[in-house]
């Protein structure tokens, strides 16, 4: 058998469109990368990119902002989150989630998670009944949707307000609902590692007019709300403009230009990444060691990751597959580590948080591996991938 090795880049996405680098070179010809900088009659790059992903997304409304942890952060306060305060959410996120939570001096209060990487509705209820929380930021972390009806539910018997982080989202729908309009906002990234790419940047989207009107102050609209593409009607500015503090997280015309033709290939490159997905999928299926997060048909994801655990493998074999895997030029990301390497998903490496014993999650991670699917990878490149895989999981379980 020949030991194929694998050449491509897990960090390297695709060039900026042609379309999008002139949009952008317009932008810094003009010299106005303000977003309220303005030629007469000028609706200006952010105010047209809101009022487009408001309309892909179908909200009301839509706001750009300076990152997806912005748009956490703002939407937690506009929703009234606040100092002392528990915010419920995932024990399986990325750092910025509990960091969202604790920039506004609330304490992330963390649920268990399912050995489908969702949210584990009935430990949500048992958190419900006993942090005495108001709000929950629930992540879609790497993608998966939980049975977001059921959430909605739980969430209402509680009096709880949901706020969705959908960086892994853009595009997921569950039962013909876009994740991000199920509860009262959705947060989106346009960070280089997710489904558009503008460096740094985010998208807050609602359909609530006071709650943006809220998060548009907040943003650091001084007092140019009337120059937003999708916003609420400006009746709803009169008491917020006075109470809200300008937090300064405004999205500017050079990044907002740079996604506008990115948006227009959205629903195209969703199709890519899932048959990219698809094909390794259906290799690590066909190893009966390995297992894959199902998801049901209401669920219509995202493939832009993939995840598998290798359930009662141990560590020394998870490290193993790191290493065997790295060799023949496969990166994957175990979650297992006790040390935080290069990003923390963990929650026992997030000190600022109260220590909480969460035995499943850490049993569910201790076993779980992640691999990042960039559009520069071939459907070809994915078949070879998974291959390496699975020979290295059947070598190491001989
Ligand atoms: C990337 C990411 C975010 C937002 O990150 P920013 O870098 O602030 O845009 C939020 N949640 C998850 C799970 C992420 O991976």
């Known amino acids: 058998m020949t ?79 606040g100092a002392g305060d528990r915010v419920l959410t995932n024990a399986f996120t990325l750092a910025p989630v509990p960091g969202a939570i604790a920039a506004v001096g609330a304490t992330p209060f963390l649920v268990e998670i399912d050995e489908n990487l969702c949210l584990d509705l009935k430990d949500l209820e048992r958190a419900a009944r006993d942090s005495g929380a108001g709000t929950l930021l629930v992540s879609h972390m790497r993608g998966h949707l939980c049975d977001m009806e059921r959430l909605m539910a739980i969430a209402a018997d509680h009096g709880i307000c949901v706020i969705e982080d959908c960086a892994h989202t853009m595009g997921a729908s569950w039962n013909g609902t876009r994740s991000g309009s199920f509860g009262l906002a959705g947060c989106f990234s346009t960070q280089t590692y997710k489904h558009m790419n503008s460096g740094e940047g985010g998208l807050l989207t609602s359909n609530d007019p006071d709650f943006m009107a809220r998060a548009t102050i907040l943003s650091g609209s001084y007092m140019l709300h009337d120059r937003h593409g999708a916003g609420p009607d400006q009746s709803h500015f009169q008491l917020p403009r006075y109470h809200m503090p300008n937090m300064s997280a405004r999205m500017d015309a050079l990044r907002a230009a740079i996604l506008r033709p990115q948006l227009k290939r959205l629903d195209n490159n969703i199709a890519r990444w899932n048959a990219r997905y698809e094909a390794v999928a259906s290799h690590l299926a066909e190893r009966p060691a390995l297992a894959l997060p199902h998801r049901p048909p209401a669920e219509a994801f995202v493939g832009s990751s993939i995840q598998f655990r290798w359930p009662g493998c141990g560590d020394e074999n998870c490290r193993a597959l790191l290493a065997a895997c790295g060799a023949r030029g496969v990166e994957l990301k175990w979650f297992g580590g006790t040390e935080p390497t290069g990003f923390t998903s963990s929650h026992h490496s997030w000190r600022y948080v109260e220590e909480q014993a969460l035995p499943c999650s850490d049993a569910i991670m201790a076993e779980l591996f992640d691999m990042r699917l960039p559009l520069t990878f071939s459907v070809e490149d994915c078949h070879l991938i998974a291959t390496i895989i699975t020979d290295c999981a059947k070598e190491l379980s001989a």
């Not at 949009?23 to 990368?33: E, F, I, K, P, T």
């Open 3 to 81: 030991r194929r090795t694998f050449q491509g880049s897990f960090t390297q996405q695709e060039p900026i469109p042609e379309d999008a680098i002139e949009a952008a070179n317009a932008v810094l010809r003009s010299g106005r990368l303000h977003r309220y900088n303005l030629a007469d009659d000028e609706p200006g790059e952010t105010a047209m990119l809101e009022q487009e992903f408001a309309r892909w997304q179908g909200s009301s409304y839509c706001l750009a902002t300076a990152s997806g942890g912005q748009a956490m952060q703002i939407a937690l306060r506009a929703a009234g989150t």
